[in-house]
């Protein structure tokens, strides 16, 4: 299991920024798939961005050309950068890792324990 521990949630108007941070323990952090999830209220959980171990990025339509997904394998941690923020962002950020195993088994693999963004009109 990957212990996961997210920060950097908050509130913010319509047009700012925030980063989300993600750090991670317990496995070979450069071998895991690194993802961020989130979830509105009253809405599924839905994917973000991920980040491959070969450091290849994926972005949601949703988010694509304002959210940035990054990794830095020396400190075990995985970036969320959101600019352009819009009120429909608003949703507790989930990190998410998943070890090879876990994608070789198509398991959705360890979440932390989630942080809350705000983005007020």
């Known amino acids: 299991q990957v212990q996961l521990v997210e920060s950097g949630g908050g509130l913010v108007q319509a047009g700012g920024s925030l980063r989300l941070s993600c750090a991670a323990s317990?496995?070979?952090?450069?071998?895991?798939?690194m993802g961020w999830y989130r979830q509105a209220p009253g809405k599924q959980r839905e994917w973000v961005a991920h980040?491959?171990?070969?450091?290849?990025?994926n972005y949601a339509d949703s988010v694509k050309g304002r959210f940035t997904i990054s990794r830095d394998n020396a400190k075990n941690t995985v970036y969320l950068q959101m600019n352009s923020l819009e009120p429909e962002d608003t949703a507790v950020y989930y990190c998410?890792?998943?070890?090879?195993?876990?994608?070789?088994?198509?398991?959705?693999?360890?979440w932390g324990q989630g942080t809350q963004v705000t983005v007020s009109s």
């Open positions: 998410n890792a998943r070890r090879p195993v876990d994608v070789w088994t198509m398991m959705m693999g360890s």
């Open positions: 317990g496995s070979i952090f450069s071998s895991n798939v």
């Open positions: 980040i491959t171990s070969g450091g290849n990025p």
